[in-house]
C-alpha cells in the first residue's frame, strides 16, 4: 500500500494515496482503499470532538473513549489530541490487520502510544470484551460502512453508568424508504419516501437505538441528530436506569402520512391511528431532535476550535435554529411548488411570513429545499400562491 500523510483537525496521520481510489466523477472511493479513510466525514469526526466537549462543558466527565470500527484511528486520535487533551485513555479496534498496523503507526506519529490501545477484533467482540474486564466505558463512537445496527446491542450493554455514544449509518436507502425490504428486515420498521425522508430515517434510526437500549434497561437521551450528504449521525446520553428505559420507550410510534407524502398526524405505540391515515411509518422515534443546551454548548466549543472545518459550525447554526420549532417533518417547498405549478419563493421572505402569522418556521440541515414550521400545510400553500403571484 502506498502511503500519503494527511492533516485534520491536529492530528496527522499516514493513509492510502488517496488519488490512487477516484471515481469516474472525480471523488474518493474510500471502500476501495486497503484501509479506510473518507475525507468527506471529517464533519462526522468533528461533531464527535465537539459533542464530547459539550458534554464535559455541561458537568459531564469523560475518561475513556472507545471506537471498535476504528479505519485507520483518526477520529481516537482527534478525539485525544482535541477534545480529552492531557489525559482520556482510547480503546480502538478493527477486523482488518492493515488497519491495526496502520492505526499503530498513526498513534506513534502523534505521540499517544501510553493513551491509545488499538487491537484486531470483531467490534462486538471487543466492546464485550471490554464490558467484561470492568473498564470504564464513558463514550463511544459506532462508525460503520453500512448499518451500526449489528453493534448496538453490544455498545449499549458495555457503557458504564453514563456514557456519550454516536452512531453513524450509511445505510441511507434502506433508512429513508427507498430499499423497504431492507429497512423492514433491517430495522423493523415500515418506511415509505416521503417529502421529508431524510428526517424519517434519522428518526427510524434513532427508535432502533432506543429500542435496544430499553430491552438492555438503559435510558437514551437524545443529545443530536445530523444528517449529511452520505450519512446520518445520533448522539445520546445513556444511563443505566430501568425507570428512565420505560419512560423513553413511550416516545416511540408512528407518523401518517397523506397521499402527498406529507405528515398528518402522529401516534405513540398502542394508541389508534385515525381512519384515513395514507401510510404510517414506523415505528421510530416521536421525540425531540436535538437538546437545546446540548446543541448551544456544542456550538460555543465550536466557535473557540479554529482547526476544525467550516461546515460543522454551519450545520450548527441552521440546528440551532430548526430545533426552535416544534414540529415532527419538514415541507419540502420545491415539491409543493412543482404540485402547484408555482415559482419558488424567496425562502426567508417565506419564514417571515409565517412568523409575522405567528407561526414558528426555519430552514432545515436535513434538506436545502425544505422548511420546518408548525403551520399547516393549506397555510403554507396559501402563503406560497399570495408570494409567487407578487
Ligand atoms: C467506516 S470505517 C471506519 C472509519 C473510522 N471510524 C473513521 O472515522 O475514519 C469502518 C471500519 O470498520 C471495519 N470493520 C468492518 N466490520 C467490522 C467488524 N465486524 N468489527 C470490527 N471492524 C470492522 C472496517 O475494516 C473499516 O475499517
Request: hydrophobic share 40%; glycine share 6%; aromatic share 10%.
Given at each position: 500500500?502506498?502511503?500519503?500523510?494527511?492533516?485534520?483537525?491536529?492530528?496527522?496521520?499516514?493513509?492510502?494515496?488517496?488519488?490512487?481510489?477516484?471515481?469516474?466523477?472525480?471523488?474518493?472511493?474510500?471502500?476501495?482503499?486497503?484501509?479506510?479513510?473518507?475525507?468527506?466525514?471529517?464533519?462526522?469526526?468533528?461533531?464527535?470532538?465537539?459533542?464530547?466537549?459539550?458534554?464535559?462543558?455541561?458537568?459531564?466527565?469523560?475518561?475513556?473513549?472507545?471506537?471498535?470500527?476504528?479505519?485507520?484511528?483518526?477520529?481516537?486520535?482527534?478525539?485525544?489530541?482535541?477534545?480529552?487533551?492531557?489525559?482520556?485513555?482510547?480503546?480502538?479496534?478493527?477486523?482488518?490487520?492493515?488497519?491495526?498496523?496502520?492505526?499503530?503507526?498513526?498513534?506513534?506519529?502523534?505521540?499517544?502510544?501510553?493513551?491509545?490501545?488499538?487491537?484486531?477484533?470483531?467490534?462486538?467482540?471487543?466492546?464485550?470484551?471490554l464490558d467484561?474486564?470492568?473498564?470504564?466505558?464513558?463514550?463511544?463512537?459506532?462508525?460503520?460502512?453500512?448499518?451500526?445496527?449489528?453493534?448496538?446491542?453490544?455498545?449499549?450493554?458495555?457503557v458504564g453508568?453514563?456514557?456519550?455514544?454516536?452512531?453513524?449509518?450509511?445505510?441511507?436507502?434502506?433508512?429513508?424508504?427507498?430499499?423497504?425490504?431492507?429497512?423492514?428486515?433491517?430495522?423493523?420498521?415500515?418506511?415509505?419516501?416521503?417529502?421529508?425522508?431524510?428526517?424519517?430515517?434519522?428518526?427510524?434510526?434513532?427508535?432502533?437505538?432506543?429500542?435496544?437500549?430499553?430491552?438492555?434497561?438503559?435510558?437514551?437521551?437524545?443529545?443530536?441528530?445530523?444528517y449529511h450528504?452520505?450519512?446520518?449521525?445520533?448522539?445520546?446520553?445513556?444511563?443505566?436506569?430501568?425507570?428512565?428505559?420505560?419512560?423513553?420507550?413511550?416516545?416511540?410510534?408512528?407518523?401518517?402520512?397523506?397521499?402527498?407524502?406529507?405528515?398528518?398526524?402522529?401516534?405513540?405505540?398502542?394508541?389508534?391511528?385515525?381512519?384515513?391515515?395514507?401510510?404510517?411509518?414506523?415505528?421510530?422515534?416521536?421525540?425531540?431532535?436535538?437538546?437545546?443546551?446540548?446543541?448551544?454548548?456544542?456550538?460555543?466549543?465550536?466557535?473557540?476550535?479554529?482547526?476544525?472545518?467550516?461546515?460543522?459550525?454551519?450545520?450548527?447554526?441552521?440546528?440551532?435554529?430548526?430545533?426552535?420549532?416544534?414540529?415532527?417533518?419538514?415541507?419540502?417547498?420545491?415539491?409543493?411548488?412543482?404540485?402547484?405549478?408555482?415559482?419558488?419563493?424567496?425562502?426567508?421572505?417565506?419564514?417571515?411570513?409565517?412568523?409575522?402569522?405567528?407561526?414558528?418556521?426555519?430552514?432545515?440541515?436535513?434538506?436545502?429545499?425544505?422548511?420546518?414550521?408548525?403551520?399547516?400545510?393549506?397555510?403554507?400553500?396559501?402563503?406560497?400562491?399570495?408570494?409567487?403571484?407578487?
Amino acid at each position: 500500500m502506498r502511503e500519503e500523510v494527511a492533516r485534520e483537525g491536529l492530528a496527522r496521520f499516514y493513509i492510502p494515496v488517496s488519488h490512487e481510489y477516484m471515481r469516474s466523477d472525480g471523488k474518493i472511493e474510500p471502500s476501495w482503499m486497503p484501509v479506510f479513510y473518507n475525507p468527506y466525514s471529517q464533519v462526522n469526526r468533528d461533531l464527535t470532538v465537539l459533542a464530547l466537549r459539550a458534554h464535559m462543558k455541561l458537568g459531564g466527565r469523560i475518561r475513556t473513549f472507545v471506537e471498535p470500527l476504528a479505519g485507520s484511528c483518526v477520529r481516537s486520535i482527534r478525539v485525544l489530541l482535541e477534545s480529552l487533551n492531557d489525559y482520556g485513555i482510547a480503546y480502538a479496534s478493527d477486523i482488518s490487520q492493515a488497519a491495526v498496523e496502520l492505526c499503530k503507526r498513526n498513534i506513534e506519529l502523534n505521540d499517544l502510544n501510553t493513551r491509545i490501545f488499538v487491537e484486531k477484533s470483531d467490534a462486538r467482540l471487543f466492546l464485550l470484551k471490554l464490558d467484561s474486564n470492568g473498564v470504564p466505558v464513558d463514550s463511544i463512537d459506532i462508525d460503520p460502512y453500512g448499518s451500526p445496527i449489528y453493534y448496538l446491542d453490544a455498545a449499549i450493554k458495555s457503557v458504564g453508568k453514563e456514557a456519550i455514544v454516536s452512531v453513524t449509518a450509511t445505510d441511507l436507502g434502506a433508512l429513508t424508504g427507498r430499499y423497504k425490504d431492507v429497512g423492514l428486515r433491517r430495522y423493523s420498521a415500515y418506511i415509505y419516501p416521503s417529502e421529508f425522508s431524510k428526517e424519517i430515517g434519522a428518526r427510524v434510526l434513532m427508535g432502533a437505538f432506543v429500542k435496544v437500549s430499553s430491552y438492555l434497561e438503559r435510558s437514551a437521551e437524545p443529545l443530536m441528530t445530523f444528517y449529511h450528504e452520505h450519512f446520518l449521525k445520533a448522539i445520546f446520553k445513556i444511563k443505566r436506569d430501568r425507570r428512565g428505559a420505560s419512560n423513553v420507550i413511550n416516545d416511540l410510534g408512528f407518523m401518517c402520512l397523506d397521499k402527498d407524502g406529507n405528515f398528518k398526524a402522529a401516534y405513540r405505540i398502542g394508541e389508534p391511528p385515525e381512519l384515513g391515515c395514507f401510510k404510517m411509518v414506523g415505528p421510530l422515534w416521536l421525540g425531540e431532535l436535538w437538546d437545546e443546551s446540548f446543541i448551544d454548548a456544542m456550538m460555543s466549543e465550536g466557535k473557540q476550535l479554529s482547526f476544525l472545518s467550516g461546515e460543522a459550525l454551519k450545520s450548527l447554526e441552521v440546528i440551532y435554529s430548526e430545533m426552535k420549532v416544534k414540529a415532527l417533518g419538514y415541507y419540502d417547498i420545491h415539491h409543493i411548488c412543482s404540485r402547484l405549478k408555482l415559482n419558488v419563493p424567496s425562502f426567508s421572505t417565506l419564514i417571515k411570513r409565517l412568523n409575522e402569522l405567528g407561526y414558528k418556521a426555519s430552514r432545515t440541515h436535513f434538506d436545502r429545499r425544505g422548511i420546518r414550521t408548525n403551520a399547516p400545510i393549506e397555510l403554507l400553500e396559501k402563503i406560497i400562491k399570495s408570494l409567487s403571484q407578487n
